[in-house]
């Protein structure tokens, strides 16, 4: 075929809607495994506009073969509430912060180096259904022409929006999520050594707000409002920032926004079915991203490379029956479910706390080392965890906390 044709039209093995890191994850997996994948996203560049953060763990970095250069260490993370604060040294950072584009654009060209097409500028509008099986999808090309492309198989990476997932009835759209602005801006004064995650109803009602070095003098800062929960302006908060918490004017002085991100994150737990006859959801657009901090860029990648995996085994055996890629389901489930189930159990519990219940987490945070203190952030719960906090703070099985202690209890063990 045309690699470069407006007009691509062939027949695909697979098509992939969205080339976030999900859909650019899942398309490589497909071309390596001797696919015909094609890309479509609808806007004319790939990484453009941001709609995320960028903070992320190393350690999943290096197990995704991340190269070093698109991601920034960080040593140090703050936790800031009203009246309290707490900090975690890592002498071997643990956390980074991902330089967005250059990681999209990797990603990107790891998929074409495999064999696949991306169409960027190629907004896909909804399924084609010939006696209800998906043949396919349809929208515009590039040149604003309608189009039909047709495939044995659809990978839905559309994030938030789940274009195909939610026309072929697998849910009704996201009704909680996470509305986050950012502006990444130029700030001389900030320490690039450290991120900050800030709670507390001044600064970001039922959600929190980050401040997120990257390099050079770059620093995201950026305000996540948790909807229904908080019906707040996420923008009117970012741009009072510093009146809001002078403690940080300092940090922020001389700062100006070289650029100015939003986005919408799906925050009501996994999905109860990734896939339909033909067609596999996977990514945001299946909620596999961690609610507890709003966190899916690790997850879109690891979700991308195994829908891709399993498109490409049920390709080989002529069957994409749900039943067949509900292979999906079970591998997904059995690695990140569990861990997932939970973080979303706790944001739930955290969206409504008072200023006064985070002044106490925090107290209680500042107890655990390092190390405890990464795994609850991101979410790798387990006994010896769950343990260590208990041990360290006694008083949570004396007051409230004690019901909701025993659930995670409950739920790491029924799974363990
Ligand atoms: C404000 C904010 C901050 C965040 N911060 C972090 C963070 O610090 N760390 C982290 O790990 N995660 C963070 N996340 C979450 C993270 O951004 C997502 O989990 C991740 O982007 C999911 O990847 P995805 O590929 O599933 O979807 P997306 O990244 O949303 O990609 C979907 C792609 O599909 C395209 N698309 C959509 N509809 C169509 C269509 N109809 N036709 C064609 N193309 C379409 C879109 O243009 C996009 O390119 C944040 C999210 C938000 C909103």
Redesign the pocket.
């Known amino acids: 075929m045309n690699t470069l044709s407006p007009h691509i039209a062939d027949h695909q093995d697979v098509i992939i809607?969205?080339?976030?890191?999900?859909?650019l994850s899942a398309a490589e997996s497909c071309a390596k495994a001797g696919l015909r994948v094609l890309v479509?996203?609808?806007?004319k560049e790939i990484g453009y506009p941001i709609?995320?953060?960028?903070?992320?763990w190393i350690a999943d970095m290096k197990a995704l073969n991340i190269p070093q250069e698109l991601y920034f260490p960080i040593p140090r993370i703050t936790f800031l509430s009203p009246n309290n604060a707490c900090e975690f040294f890592y002498d071997t950072p643990v956390s980074c912060v991902l330089d967005i584009r250059g990681l999209y654009q990797y990603l990107a060209a790891q998929a074409i180096k495999a064999g696949a097409v991306i169409r960027t500028a190629?907004?896909?509008?909804g399924p084609i259904l010939e006696n209800d099986k998906l043949v396919g999808v349809k929208?515009k090309n590039a040149l604003n022409e309608p189009q039909e492309w047709r495939a044995n198989l659809v990978i839905d990476?559309?994030?938030?929006?789940s274009?195909i997932a939610s026309r072929m009835g697998l849910h009704g759209g996201y009704h909680r999520y996470?509305y986050?602005?950012?502006w990444d801006l130029v700030a001389p004064n900030f320490p690039q050594n450290e991120l900050y995650l800030i709670m507390g109803s001044q600064v970001a009602p039922s959600g929190y707000a980050?401040a997120?070095p990257h390099g050079s003098g770059r620093v995201r800062l950026?305000v996540?409002i948790i909807r229904p929960d908080a019906d707040e302006d996420a923008r009117k908060y970012l741009m009072t920032f510093v009146e809001r918490l002078p403690q940080l004017s300092a940090v922020f002085a001389g700062a100006s926004p070289l650029e100015y991100?939003?986005?919408?994150?799906p925050s009501e737990g996994m999905m109860e079915h990734f896939v339909a006859d033909g067609l596999i959801t996977?990514?945001?657009?299946a909620g596999?991203?961690s609610t507890l901090v709003?966190?899916?860029?690790?997850?879109?990648i690891y979700?991308?490379k195994m829908a891709g995996n399993v498109a490409a085994s049920a390709i080989r055996s002529n069957d994409t029956s749900a039943k067949r890629l509900g292979e999906f389901d079970k591998q997904w489930r059995a690695q990140f479910g569990r861990n997932l189930d939970i973080a979303y159990i706790i944001n739930k519990r955290i969206a409504a706390y008072t200023d006064t219940q985070w002044d106490d987490s925090l107290g209680l945070l500042a107890k655990l080392s390092p190390a405890e203190a990464a795994e609850a952030i991101r979410g790798d719960f387990s006994v010896k965890l769950v343990t260590g906090i208990v041990r360290k703070n006694p008083s949570l099985l004396t007051k409230g906390a004690k019901a909701f202690v025993r659930t995670i209890s409950q739920r790491i063990i029924a799974k363990d």
């Open positions: 809607v969205g080339a976030g890191p999900a859909g479509l996203e609808r806007q709609h995320t953060s960028g903070g992320t190629s907004p896909v509008e929208g990476c559309t994030g938030f929006s274009t996470g986050g602005a950012e980050w997120f950026g996540g991100h939003t986005g919408l994150f996977a990514g945001d657009s596999q991203g709003g966190e899916g860029i690790r997850f879109a979700a991308g």
